[in-house]
């Protein structure tokens, strides 16, 4: 099919709308989250006005309905990442699917192939979102293990120079980030994935910022866990995907309690239902995982490969655009490979806080500080910058708009 993105752009209302005096609204920050279209905000509505009940509780026709349209939200997102449904967790974020993670590896008991004990290893990158550093700090600090981590460079890239170094015979859990939320880097997976599970150990994916935006393969990445946030993939707030093997996730202990997820219980103990129920305690996010299921149907239509191609093509018109102005730093990498839509830059002595706001007051939506990833931006040598982020339906005029307003905030700030 032909990718267009103004006629793709005609699904989302809310670029119906104009922002600050009548300005055309430039959305840059779909890194932060995407906008949502039409057939996502009538999913939603639809549940509620047609089928709600509580899914997977009661035998009358609303719960089955209910019921229908979340396991049926299951297989599609089992679909679109080439898993099956029952490695297929619901959460309310991606925040709660990696620290779901973190704290049922905590609970996991002596014997189980999860359990940590002191020395340990779990290791991590510089370039992580805090949703995947903080989780992993506070296991460590909970089970004695070591948390070790491996060091950017300089351009913005994993230094995997001593990898065997780093992932050792005594790590069992890697965590690393699929792209950079910051810098736009897409780390080589195979050589990370291939060298935890030669020591035995489980490699956690954090896909935010790559199921929305390329073809994602479970089975071909050769992982072991993957998060995903729906709000980041056109879907809605309040759901979140964890993917897990089902082997492992039928070693796993769950860390949160209560309905749906118990077989038996008596005054003194419980046993627990099969995954994914084990994972999902209480009335789940209804409307939203309806929501999810719609948002990426919308993006299986138009074809992962079509909005990672022209992601490409953007990103790489925004790196030759940006770099034409004079002071204005990119901080991460300046070339194409493996690199996507999340350009993060410095402009001279102008806070990007400043720029943000000037922006801003143009109709630009861009994203400014330390974009949740502290020890990055220190080790980058900043303490913020701006980021402009890229999905399928912006355009070249959007990035036009930006290197246009960054000129003239140039001269505003002298």
């Known amino acids: 099919m032909t990718f267009d993105p103004l006629a793709i752009r005609k699904d989302f209302p809310i670029f119906n709308r104009s922002i600050r ?56 997102v089992a679909n679109f990442l080439g898993g099956a449904s029952d490695e297929i967790v619901f959460t309310k974020s991606s925040t709660e699917a990696l620290n779901l993670l973190a704290y049922s590896i905590g609970n996991a008991p002596v014997g189980n192939r999860f359990h940590l004990k002191a020395g340990d290893e779990i290791v991590v990158s510089e370039m992580e979102h805090h949703a995947n550093l903080i989780p992993w700090q506070e296991l460590a600090k909970r089970t004695g293990a070591v948390l070790k981590w491996f060091e950017v460079n300089p351009d913005g890239r994993l230094d995997l120079s001593d990898i065997s170094k ?15 939320n910051v810098l736009g880097t897409i780390n080589p997976l195979t050589e990370l994935v291939t060298r935890t599970h030669e020591v035995g150990a489980i490699f956690i994916l954090d896909a935010c910022q790559s199921v929305p935006h390329m073809p994602v393969n479970v089975a071909e990445l050769d992982i072991d866990f993957l998060a995903f946030s729906g709000h980041k993939s056109v879907g809605p707030t309040g759901v979140g995907v964890l993917w897990g093997r089902s082997n492992l996730l039928a070693e796993l202990p769950p860390f949160l309690f209560g309905g749906s997820m118990i077989e038996s219980v008596t005054m003194t103990d419980a046993t627990w239902a099969p995954a994914p129920r084990k994972f999902e305690p209480g009335v789940p996010n209804m409307a939203q995982i309806v929501g999810l299921g719609a948002a990426l149907n919308y993006l299986t239509a138009i074809g992962m490969e079509n909005i990672h191609e ?69 080790k980058m040598g900043v303490a913020s910058t701006t980021r402009a982020s890229f999905y399928l339906y912006n355009t070249s005029e959007d990035i036009d708009a930006l290197a246009t307003g960054i000129k003239d905030a140039q001269k505003y700030f002298g």
């Open 166 to 180: 780093v992932i050792t015979s005594r790590t069992k859990v890697v965590a690393l980030t699929h792209q950079s």
């Open 21 to 76: 005096d009548g300005k055309r609204l430039v959305y840059l920050d779909s890194g932060a989250t995407s906008q949502k279209p039409k057939a996502v905000i009538q999913a939603e509505s639809d549940f509620y006005s047609q089928h709600n009940a509580a899914a997977h509780r009661g035998a009358h026709q609303l719960a089955e309905e209910a019921t229908e349209a979340i396991e049926s939200a299951r297989t599609i």
């Open 310 to 378: 022209h992601e490409r093509q953007l990103t790489k018109y925004a790196l030759a655009k940006l770099q034409e102005i004079p002071e204005l730093r990119i901080v991460g990498p300046t070339d194409m490979f493996l690199r996507g839509g999340a350009v993060s830059f410095t402009l001279g002595a102008i806070h990007p806080h400043d720029l943000g706001q000037f922006l801003d007051n143009a109709g630009i939506a861009v994203r400014t500080g330390h974009h949740c990833a502290w020890p990055l931006t220190r």
